[in-house]
């Protein structure tokens, strides 16, 4: 069973970037379709980006699209989020989640999931 770490989480100014990263272990991350979702104060969880088992094909929501890119490192067990020209709406706990199953925008799709990390963009 596979366990997901998230880290680079913090404060930003709007307009400013982030990278985050999710280390998995007890598993190879190869063997997950991974994706990142969030979720503000008040509001549902959301799907943010997916990327497939090789990295050979990515999704991103369409309020992150051309601001945020999905990549990863199975040599490194690592999938990371590259978030850029951040608004305030980003706002919210970014999540990193794997799945076996399916490659998926759903977060009921994925069955593991790490701790999450916070993102703060100030206004």
């Known amino acids: 069973q596979v366990q997901l770490v998230e880290s680079g989480g913090g404060l930003v100014q709007a307009g400013g970037s982030l990278s985050l990263s999710c280390c998995a272990s007890?598993?190879?991350?190869?063997?997950?379709?991974m994706a990142w979702l969030r979720q503000a104060p008040g509001k549902a969880r959301e799907f943010v980006a997916r990327?497939?088992?090789?990295?050979?094909?990515?999704d991103a929501a369409d309020s992150v699209k051309g601001r945020f890119t999905i990549s990863r490192d199975n040599a490194k067990n690592t999938v990371y989020l590259q978030m850029n020209s951040l608004k305030s709406e980003d706002t919210a706990v970014y999540y990193c989640?794997?799945?076996?199953?399916?490659?998926?925008?759903?977060?009921?799709?994925?069955?593991?999931w790490g701790q999450g990390t916070q993102v703060t963009v100030s206004s």
């Open positions: 989640a794997a799945s076996k199953r399916i490659y998926s925008m759903k977060s009921y799709d994925y069955d593991y």
């Open positions: 007890g598993g190879a991350s190869r063997d997950y379709a």
């Open positions: 990327i497939t088992l090789s990295g050979g094909h990515t």
